[in-house]
T-cell receptor
Framework: DSGVTQTPKHLITATGQRVTLRCSPRSGDLSVYWYQQSLDQGLQFLIQYYNGEERAKGNILERFSAQQFPDLHSELNLSSLELGDSALYFC????????????FGAGTRLSVL | AQTVTQSQPEMSVQEAETVTLSCTYDTSESDYYLFWYKQPPSRQMILVIRQEAYKQQNATENRFSVNFQKAAKSFSLKISDSQLGDAAMYFCAYRPNTSGTYKYIFGTGTRLKVLA
């Protein structure tokens, strides 16, 4: 168990809908990262938050947004969903800083039908 | 741009034998980390081993070891005495130590099959 909790584990929805994925980082971790893994592909970095502030953005679509709350949990919001958004979404957390590694949650599998 | 390349989509190894998975990367940075992650069918990302770029000594974790060639930008994973439980997708990842963000850049993965 990495200590990073993601909910829900699985989400099934329809095209055009909006969903929210939630991530609770390990106790003490200030950084949260979101990654997307499409079928049998590597993980693609979406966005990073550090202590409530956006720190870096990757190839995140404008239909996607995220935030990190004062209690350090994070939410990834996906709207106007398309079939191609079906993927595994991982959250990872770290204490922050160059020497700390990221610990990954178990992921949320999103299926858009 | 920083990239990670895994040129072997799939590899097979006989149980108890040794297998090496390849990874190359491209960066202009001198300070970074490299990782190997295992992703079994459960989809959990499990850290196998990591290497700091400024350390010349190759990292080792039990049956797993790496061959880190900084000048060649190569980072291969050797699995010794392969076990059935080693069957999984293996991802190579690069992480710069650039101040501000420490995002990982992943390769496309190598699927390892272990034959009984």
């Amino acid at each position: 168990d990495s200590g990073v909790t993601q909910t829900p584990k699985h989400l099934i929805t329809a095209t055009g809908q909006r969903v929210t994925l939630r991530c609770s980082p390990r106790s003490g971790d200030l950084s949260v990262y979101w990654y997307q893994q499409s079928l049998d592909q590597g993980l693609q970095f979406l966005i990073q938050y550090y202590n409530g502030e956006e720190r870096a953005k990757g190839n995140i679509l404008e239909r996607f947004s995220a935030q990190q709350f004062p209690d350090l949990h994070s939410e990834l919001n996906l709207s106007s969903l398309e079939l191609g958004d079906s993927a595994l979404y991982f959250c990872a957390s770290s204490v922050g800083g160059p020497k700390n590694i990221q610990y990954f949650g178990a992921g949320t599998r999103l299926s858009v039908l | 741009a920083q990239t990670v390349t895994q040129s072997q989509p799939e590899m097979s190894v006989q149980e108890a034998e040794t297998v090496t998975l390849s990874c190359t990367y491209d960066t202009s940075e001198s300070d970074y980390y490299l990782f190997w992650y295992k992703q079994p069918p459960s989809r959990q990302m499990i850290l196998v081993i990591r290497q700091e770029a400024y350390k010349q000594q190759n990292a080792t974790e039990n049956r797993f070891s790496v061959n880190f060639q900084k000048a060649a930008k190569s980072f291969s994973l050797k699995i010794s005495d392969s076990q059935l439980g080693d069957a999984a997708m293996y991802f190579c990842a690069y992480r710069p130590n650039t101040s501000g963000t420490y995002k990982y850049i992943f390769g496309t993965g190598t699927r390892l099959k272990v034959l009984a």
